[in-house]
């Protein structure tokens, strides 16, 4: 399983962006997408996940600014980031849960970063 993230730029404070993962390869079937993301110096953190019903968790960071949403034909994740703070200054990964029999494996993107300036 391959996921390619996309969308990430620079935006200045206040502006928007919209992050997009897809997976491909071997026929396979996702449990919960989501987004971490990681600033310098910092550990990896939740930034928002979504189940393949529709269940949503979002770091508390982010509540009310960001929104995840997920297209299960396509295997593809979406991230729509409005009112970007500085602080929102990270790369950030997207991450997948793929079941294979009794296991559930983590698959991660390559990383997008994302910059917002003051």
């Known amino acids: 399983v391959q996921l390619q993230a996309s969308g990430g730029g620079l935006v200045q404070a206040g502006g928007s962006l919209r992050l997009s993962c897809a997976a491909s390869?071997?026929?396979?079937?996702?449990?919960?997408m989501g987004w971490y993301r990681q600033a310098p110096g910092k550990q990896r953190e939740l930034v928002a996940a979504?189940?393949?019903?529709?269940?949503?968790n979002y770091g508390d960071s982010v509540k009310g600014r960001f929104t995840i949403s997920r297209d299960n034909a396509k295997n593809t994740v979406y991230l729509q980031m409005n009112s970007l703070k500085p602080e929102d200054t990270a790369v950030y990964y997207c991450?997948?849960?793929?079941?294979?029999?009794?296991?559930?494996?983590?698959?991660w993107g390559q990383g997008t970063l994302v910059t917002v300036s003051s």
């Open positions: 991450n997948a849960e793929v079941p294979m029999g009794a296991t559930m494996y983590d698959y």
């Open positions: 390869g071997r026929r396979f079937s996702i449990n919960a």
């Open positions: 979504i189940t393949s019903g529709g269940s949503t």
